[in-house]
């Protein structure tokens, strides 16, 4: 009945120190860093109906901005200045695919 004993206090042992390790806080894996977002005042409009896709970005708000397109399968265009009040229009074909604009 002892060697019992043993064994359960050991049994017991293990199970507590198994849920120490589960909630013990894991180290924190580096985040990917997101994209900022542009400005609310930054406008898209894109025309994705063909074989090359075509947007533009119009500025409204009362300041510069700086902005890249983003797109899948291919590469993000460079960062771009656009003035208050204007327009910039970027073009490329398939397969690339419109995934957003990120401020720069």
Same mark, same amino acid.
């Given at each position: 009945?002892?060697?019992?004993?043993?064994?359960?206090?050991?049994?017991?042992?293990?199970?507590?120190?198994?849920?120490? #390790?589960?909630?013990?806080?894991?180290?924190?894996? =580096?985040?990917?860093?997101?994209? #900022?977002?542009? =400005?609310?005042?930054?406008?898209?409009?894109?025309?994705?109906?063909?074989?090359?896709?075509?947007?533009?970005?119009?500025?409204?708000?009362?300041?510069?901005?700086?902005?890249?397109?983003?797109?899948?399968?291919?590469?993000?265009? =460079?960062?771009?200045?656009?003035?208050?009040?204007?327009?910039?229009?970027?073009?490329?074909?398939?397969?690339?695919?419109?995934?957003?604009?990120?401020?720069?």
């Amino acid at each position: 009945m002892f060697g019992k004993a043993i064994s359960i206090t050991a049994a017991s042992a293990l199970a507590v120190a198994g849920l120490l #390790a589960w909630s013990a806080p894991a180290a924190a894996a =580096p985040v990917p860093q997101a994209a #900022a977002s542009v =400005p609310g005042c930054v406008e898209t409009d894109l025309d994705d109906s063909g074989f090359t896709d075509e947007l533009t970005v119009t500025n409204t708000c009362l300041y510069s901005v700086r902005v890249k397109v983003v797109l899948a399968y291919m590469s993000d265009t =460079p960062c771009d200045t656009i003035r208050s009040g204007r327009s910039v229009t970027w073009t490329w074909g398939y397969p690339g695919r419109f995934d957003g604009l990120a401020d720069c």
